[in-house]
């Protein structure tokens, strides 16, 4: 008996809802899914890959997540999300410059997206330059005097503290540890920063 065809329409939109849910497996599964059925010509394929990608990272698998981001961004070189997820990837790896790079490239093509520039500031804290990573956040901190703005940014690096404390819980090794523990202390220095954004309208 033939199997039943794939819809990879349908794949596509079930694996974004499993994604928001937080359900990241089965996210996988479906976006896999959805790029075998639906063909090298989707038109689509370039965010799929990079919302795969996205399903890897939120799993703290970064190698599985790095190569999905760069499939996207090969797909198409102007995705500047796709280097922003990239340069995440290895910053979680502990490969902070080629992380810097990365973001800088998301900014060359998209200087109006903010998580590059928080990103990259999360990068120059992990190396103890405060004074730059604070010359970097002022590029957009007005960017969060809007509450709603604020409030979607904020979730994203309260998920980051999360993912770390998951780490420190799951591991014996002192060095993922003690990483783990200097990203929760940065990422909670840019959340604070973030929150006081709105006190600080002209």
Known sequence: MAQPK????????????????????????????????????????????YRLGSSFYCQQKYEKAMMRYQRAAKLDSSFYQAY????????????????IRLFKKSLMLSKDYDLPYINWALALLLRGKKHEALDVFE???????????????????????????????????????KSAEEMIRVVQYIIDLIQKACFEEA
Not at 10 to 29: I, M, P, S
Not at 148 to 173: G, M, Q
């Open 6 to 49: 794939i819809d990879a329409h349908q794949a596509y939109w079930q694996a974004d809802g499993l994604l928001l849910g937080n359900n990241f497996k089965q996210a996988v599964v479906l976006y896999s899914r959805s790029i075998k059925a639906g063909g090298s010509l989707s038109s689509k394929l370039g965010s799929k890959y």
């Open 84 to 99: 922003n997820g990239i340069g995440l990837c290895h910053l979680n790896l502990g490969r902070i410059e080629e992380a």
């Open 139 to 177: 590029k957009i901190r007005t960017q969060y005097e809007n509450a709603e703005k604020r409030n979607k940014t904020l979730e994203i690096y309260k998920e980051e503290i999360v993912f770390a404390k998951e780490r420190i819980a799951s591991s014996n090794d002192s060095n993922v540890i």
